[in-house]
């Protein structure tokens, strides 16, 4: 079976190293975007299956990330799982434009599940 | 014998002459008593002039008769002497009119008849005790006469000067000129040398001098008398009635005072000044001659006295309302806050310096009517600015609320804002501003603040977790056993660490006033029981059973209601460490939904039932194990319910077990009790 792979944008290098470990050790492939024009830093030749995005970016709001995957022709299909560590996200996470949400911090069993069951739907 | 009969017949002579007097005196104090004043004091030479007046006119008289007895016969009428006798009683009284007649009788007993004859006696004297008889007659007519006409004369002059003191009290700015004025003016009506004005001093033991005429000039402003009884003017206000004094020193009442006495006073009246509370103080005429004021000068110095009485009181009227103005003007004008005056349907038509620089507009402007709500305020806000309207209509005053002031440069200012009904006839309300923007921009900064601390506090904690339960998930497959199970602990620490940082958010923003609700419509049984078995699969000791009957849908934020049950679910387990089972019921009431977690655990003491919902409180008795915890959860609780409009409550036994028990008002209630309840 073809790996998954897992595109994970946040602006914690900690939080990063720690999500990319736990999922590698799950068996995705796992690209990071940590800094910058968030968007643009995508490989096109390799575009992952599922995001799992940061919602509060520093310089970048995560919307406006969800907005440009989600307009672009190539990357518009692909399932964005968004994550915060703000009290409200999750009552207006749904307005974004993201697929899913999970608040951080959040279990590791939990996070495996949401992934694979997006990873699932863009099985072809 | 013979000399006390001499004696005795004297004295009674003596007694009937002074009867004779006295009924004299009274016969015209009869007849007159309707104006009986006090006779003008005439100078001794002015009587004089009367008396020889009367002597001239008879001798004019009887030579007029000589003159006329060629033509008109001897006999002829006694008309002219008769005249001389009325002229004489006109002006003069009854002295000159008898002089008169007596000059005449006896011209006419010399000229007109034989004198000395005994042959023509009868003639002579019938004639001439007639002629008496008849001038004594018109002496007394023209004597009443008289004294009916001064004492007329004297009442429309005291009626003036009743009008007159009533005319410059009311242009009167200073009481003290008023005072002045009114003691010349009465002391020359009444024809007395002192007047005193006495001001009865708060505490009413003694007087003070306001004004008068007669005094040592020093004496006025100071010149104490004692408002107790045993003087004049204390007596005066004990009787409560005007007191006329004939004799000063034989006067049993009360004493003289020191000013009295000073000044050697024999007769006297004092009146009282009223007032609208307590009387202002006395009003007194005196002379040091022994003088009998009458019931008359009495019933005028009262009139004076009652109008005095209206000006003080006036003027003091006068001075509160002045004093009341200035300081409201001066709330008005502190400018501490910005305050306005304006028509219900917007228009201002006053405001403060502090409201104009708030808004922007000028003085002028205000002045043409350009200021007006509709124009300040920004429309989001036109529903709260009606409604504030409305509440001064039916309440006469606003809530207090908050709202948008638009100023004239377009900028948008944050104000707390409250109106009151200026009174109930008039469509005008009396408001203050309050400009709240650096409050507003500080809540805004807290806010962020929260936000940005929440993320950075939970950031770490979230690749933490991550990597504890990483390593947990490792070690479970590898079979290390030891390891696992300090990993699941360090795990557990994580998650208490998560949720005390987000208690103190929450206890942040309960204080912050921004725990904002979410609600929605969820059913409540579902909630019920994935909490349940959420809390469930933290505990082996404890079996929590559910038993719910609400199949309605509850309109709430299914998060915080979610994070109550928890609450109280993971107190039960906490409070009830032997182990035993926690049941949760819900049902559905008139107006609301009930559900309450009961334990049976060691129960709480019925003064800490009182407490444990403030904020920080923790159960804290001496013989009883510490558990551990802020004393957050069930403030933060109270708090969701509260914003829910519903209420939490606790009924417990120590030793037996406590129950919780919280209501959510049902959907189609919530907006009912939304409005009814403010926070």
């Known amino acids: 079976m073809k790996k998954q792979t897992v595109l994970l944008i946040d602006d914690n290098r900690d939080i990063l190293e720690a999500v990319q470990l736990l999922l590698e050790d799950a068996g995705y492939i796992v690209q990071v975007i940590d800094n910058g024009d968030y968007a643009t830093h995508i490989d096109k030749n390799h575009l992952p299956d599922v995001i799992f995005l940061d919602m509060l970016l520093s310089g970048c709001d995560g919307r406006t990330i969800i907005h440009q995957f989600k307009t672009r022709e190539d990357t518009k299909h692909i399932p964005i799982i968004l994550n915060s560590a703000h009290p409200q996200a999750k009552n207006f996470w749904t307005s974004s434009g993201a697929d899913d949400f999970i608040a951080k911090p959040f279990d590791i069993d939990a996070l495996l599940a949401l992934i694979q069951k997006h990873v699932r739907k863009t099985l072809p | ?679």
């Not at chain 2, 429309?156 to 000067?161: C, G, I, T, Y």
Request: net charge positive; charged share 25%; glycine share 6%.
């Open chain 2, 1 to 679: 014998m013979k000399f006390l009969s001499f004696s005795f017949f004297t004295r009674k002579r003596d007694i009937q002459k002074k009867k004779r007097s006295l009924l004299f005196t009274k016969f015209f104090e009869k007849t007159t008593r309707k104006y009986n004043h006090q006779m003008p004091n005439r100078s001794i030479w002015w009587k004089l002039m009367q008396y020889l007046l009367a002597i001239a006119l008879s001798i004019l008289a009887v030579n007029v008769k000589l003159s006329f007895d060629p033509v008109l016969g001897k006999d002829a009428p006694f008309v002219f002497l008769f005249t001389a006798v009325l002229i004489s009683g006109w002006f003069g009284g009854f002295g000159p009119a008898i002089t008169a007649t007596i000059c005449c009788d006896l011209a006419a007993i010399f000229f007109f008849l034989p004198a000395f004859s005994p042959l023509h006696i009868e003639r002579a004297l019938y004639p001439s005790l007639i002629f008496l008889a008849e001038g004594v007659f018109m002496a007394i007519l023209l004597e009443i006469r008289l004294r009916n006409m001064l004492s007329l004369k004297a009442r429309v002059q005291q009626q003036a000067v009743i009008a007159q003191i009533g005319q410059y009290a009311l242009a009167s700015q200073n009481m003290q000129t008023l005072f002045e004025k009114t003691a010349e003016l009465i002391t020359s009506t009444l024809q007395v040398k002192y007047c005193e004005i006495l001001e009865l001093l708060p505490g009413k033991k003694s007087f003070i001098l306001r004004g008068g005429k007669g005094w040592q000039e020093d004496l006025t402003g100071q010149g104490l008398v004692s408002g107790e009884e045993h003087s004049q003017a204390g007596y005066t206000l004990l009787a409560n009635e005007p007191v006329i004094v004939k004799n000063l020193q034989k006067e049993k009442r009360f004493f003289s005072s020191e000013l009295l006495t000073k000044h050697r006073i024999t007769s006297g009246i004092t009146v009282i000044i009223p007032g609208r509370r307590a009387p202002f103080g006395v009003l007194g005429i005196f002379s040091q001659k022994k003088r009998a004021f009458t019931q008359d000068d009495m019933y005028f110095l009262q009139a004076v006295a009652n109008i005095l009485a209206t000006a003080t009181e006036r003027k003091g009227s006068e001075t509160t309302l002045r004093e009341t103005q200035n300081r409201f003007k001066r709330l008005f004008d502190s400018n501490i806050i910005g305050a306005f005056i304006a028509e219900f349907n917007g228009k201002f038509l006053e405001a403060n310096d502090a409201l104009l620089s708030l808004i922007g507009y000028s003085r002028d402007e205000l002045r043409e009517g350009k200021i007006h709500r509709d124009n300040l305020t920004a429309p989001e806000y036109y529903n709260l600015s009606e409604k504030a309207v409305r509440d001064l209509r039916t309440k006469g005053i606003s809530d207090v609320y908050e709202k948008e002031y638009i100023n004239k440069n377009g900028k948008r200012i944050p104000v707390l804002i409250a109106v009151s009904r200026v009174d109930t006839k008039s469509n005008l309300c009396v408001g203050f501003a309050l400009d709240i923007s650096k409050q507003k921009e500080l809540e805004r900064r807290k806010d962020e603040f929260i936000s940005i601390a929440s993320h950075e506090l939970k950031t770490p904690v979230t690749s933490l977790k991550v990597l504890t339960q990483f390593l947990k998930q490792k070690f479970t497959a590898t079979d290390q056993h030891d390891t696992r199970t300090y990993l699941e602990k360090m795990d557990k620490q994580v998650t208490k660490l998560t949720d005390l940082i987000n208690d103190l958010l929450d206890i942040t923003k309960i204080q912050a006033g921004q725990l904002k609700l979410h609600n929605e419509l969820f059913n409540l049984t579902d909630l019920l029981r994935e909490t349940v078995e959420d809390v469930q699969a933290l505990t082996a000791t404890h079996t929590i059973k559910l038993r719910s009957l609400v199949k309605d849908a509850v309109l709430a934020d299914r998060d915080r209601i979610g994070q109550v049950i928890t609450n109280l679910l993971t107190n039960a387990i906490k409070y009830s460490p032997k182990g035993n089972d926690i049941i949760v019921s819900a049902k559905t009431g008139d107006d609301d939904v009930h559900i309450s977690v009961e334990d049976f655990g060691m129960g709480i003491t019925e003064e800490n039932q009182q407490r444990i919902f403030e904020q920080f409180y923790r159960v804290n008795e001496k013989n009883d194990a510490t558990y551990p915890g802020l004393g957050m959860g069930l403030f933060i609780s109270r708090e969701i319910i509260k914003r829910h409009h519903g209420t939490i409550s606790v009924e417990s036994q120590v030793g037996k077990g406590s129950m919780f028990s919280f209501s959510l008002p049902l959907p189609e209630k919530f907006y009912e009790k939304a409005n009814s309840t403010s926070y």
